[in-house]
Structure formats: C-alpha cells, structure tokens
T-cell receptor, first 112, second 116 residues
Framework: QKEVEQNSGPLSVPEGAIASLNCTYS??????FFWYRQYSGKSPELIMS????GDKEDGRFTAQLNKASQYVSLLIRDSQPSDSATYLC????????????FGQGTILTVHP | AAGVIQSPRHLIKEKRETATLKCYPI?????VYWYQQGPGQDPQFLIS???????DKGSIPDRFSAQQFSDYHSELNMSSLELGDSALYFC???????????????FGPGTRLTVT
C-alpha cells in the first residue's frame, strides 16, 4: 500500500462544473497536507495547505481534511479549461516534517 | 514575486560523468529540498537542508551528495551517472523547517537531466 493514494482518474468535467479530487494517507499521525497542480513538463505549483480538520477555502478551491478517516480532498468550483492539469496530493508522513510524500496524481481535464 | 531559481534548466551528460545542479531559494527562505521526478512518476524526496545542515534524507543514492551554502543556495552533485538518473530534478524552498508541522514548499522550474 502506498503511503499516499489518489483516485486514479483521469477525471473529466465540463467547464463550470465542480471537480472533486480525493486522497487518502496511511499514517494516522500525519499533520500536514498540501495540494499541488502540475502542468506537463512543469514544476508543481502549490495550491493550498491544510493542517486542521474541516474545510479551507481559497478562491475557487476548497480543501477538506478528515484526520479520523485519513482523507483529504480538493474541490474546484467553476472549473475552467486552464485548470486541466495533474493534481498532486502531498503529505508530511508522520513526523517527517521535512519532506513531502506525493500521491500518484490525478489528471483533470476540463472540457469546454 | 521572486521564485526559486534552478540552473541549468537542461543538462545532457554521458554515463559515468558527473553533474552539478544549483538551486537558489526564494529570498529569506532558509530551507531547501531536492526532489527527483521520473517520467510519469510523482516527485520523490531526495534530501533537505535547514540553516546549512542536513535536515532530512530520503532515497538519495550514495553517488549523489548535496550541501547548502552560507547564502542558502544549494548544490546537488551527482557522480557516476547512470541512464536511470535521467529525470526532472526539482528544488523547493520554505521559510523555516517544520518542527511541529510541515511548512509550505515552493518549487523551482526544475533541471531536466538526460543521461546518454
């Protein structure tokens, strides 16, 4: 079992819809969670960090964290074609605060 | 806003050669991380430095070494290069090194290393 797992995708949504991306992690002691967006051949771009249970909103993006279920998600509202990319869930596993462990990524395609 | 700078952006080397990748963190950031991303794979953590000291170590081959200098820039030295070392190498930086939680890491544009 991978330490960080994402739904395999690819995920295709129409423009203007809500895209929902999911991620689970194995270590119950993990405290720090991040979502990155990566366009093909480019570097990961930080979308959001989340540390506490509940929702955190930033513009069209909402991250949700449920530590009891070891689950973190990212919602993208009003999806745009420019949101088409690979979305990476990253976790500081356990007490490894100095390194990120990534999921395999979910490819999102937003079609007009 | 200033971002992480990496050089060179592209590098072609032959097997058994050496390579040096450089990373200049965002101004005021004191922690640097190195990641390797193979084709179709997620980034894999290699090593990190905080205040010029190694702070964490991942799956970095013994052929690789790294250090952080007094101006906080970092260099990744790779020797006896193998075909399997061909990958994107990212440097990331953060302000502070996590003690209770992980800090947000901002990635540079990467160095694409091709070993022939």
């Amino acid at each position: 079992q991978k330490e960080v797992e994402q739904n395999s995708g690819p995920l295709s949504v129409p423009e203007g819809a809500i895209a929902s991306l999911n991620c689970t992690y194995s270590d119950r002691g993990s405290q720090s969670f991040f979502w990155y967006r990566q366009y093909s051949g480019k570097s990961p771009e930080l979308i959001m960090s989340i540390y506490s249970n509940g929702d955190k909103e930033d513009g069209r993006f909402t991250a949700q964290l449920n530590k009891a279920s070891q689950y973190v998600s990212l919602l993208i509202r009003d999806s745009q074609p420019s949101d088409s990319a690979t979305y990476l869930c990253a976790v500081c596993i356990g007490t490894s605060y100095g390194k990120l462990t990534f999921g395999q990524g979910t490819i999102l395609t937003v079609h007009p | 806003a200033a971002g992480v700078i990496q050089s060179p952006r592209h590098l072609i080397k032959e097997k058994r050669e050496t390579a040096t990748l450089k990373c200049y963190p965002i101004p005021r950031h004191d922690t640097v991380y190195w990641y390797q991303q193979g084709p179709g794979q997620d980034p894999q953590f290699l090593i990190s430095f905080y205040e010029k000291m190694q702070s964490d170590k991942g799956s970095i081959p013994d052929r690789f070494s790294a250090q952080q200098f007094s101006d906080y820039h970092s260099e990744l030295n790779m020797s006896s290069l193998e075909l399997g070392d061909s990958a994107l190498y990212f440097c990331a930086s953060s302000l502070g090194s996590g003690v209770v939680v992980g800090y947000e890491q901002y990635f540079g544009p990467g160095t694409r290393l091709t070993v022939t």
